[in-house]
């Protein structure tokens, strides 16, 4: 069983820059794409970000597009998520998942494809 640790959110200004990382351990996620979710206050848990178990496709709607970055290092059994220029709305909990199957040959964005996830760190960005 599989147990995912973020750490990396805290408060910051409007156009700053956060580094979210995820501590996997417990099993590996090399075999597994690995997903980036967040829930703000009142607001339904959506997806912000996702790629592939080989690192060599990623997805992000367009609200965070161009602004953030997945990223892995399967060797640290760790993911990222590099988020540049933040605005007010990108403050939620964030949570990293990994898929529920093994090498998944395409991209879902499906809360309910993910199985693991951890207990969320939180982002809070300032007008």
Do not use: H
Request: charged share 20%; hydrophobic share 30%; with cysteine.
């Amino acid at each position: 069983q599989v147990q995912l640790v973020e750490s990396g959110g805290g408060l910051v200004q409007a156009g700053g820059s956060l580094r979210l990382s995820c501590a996997a351990s417990g099993s590996t996620i090399s075999n597994y794409n690995m997903g980036w979710f967040r829930q703000a206050p009142g607001k339904e848990r959506e997806f912000v970000a996702v790629i592939d178990w080989r690192s060599s496709s990623t997805y992000y709607p367009d609200s965070v597009k161009g602004r953030f970055t997945i990223s892995r290092d399967n060797v640290q059994n760790t993911v990222y998520l590099q988020m540049n220029s933040l605005k007010p709305e990108d403050t939620a909990v964030y949570y990293c998942a990994r898929d529920r199957i093994q090498w998944r040959r395409v991209l879902t964005t499906t809360q309910s494809d993910f199985r693991s996830w951890g207990q969320g760190t939180q982002v809070t960005v300032s007008s």
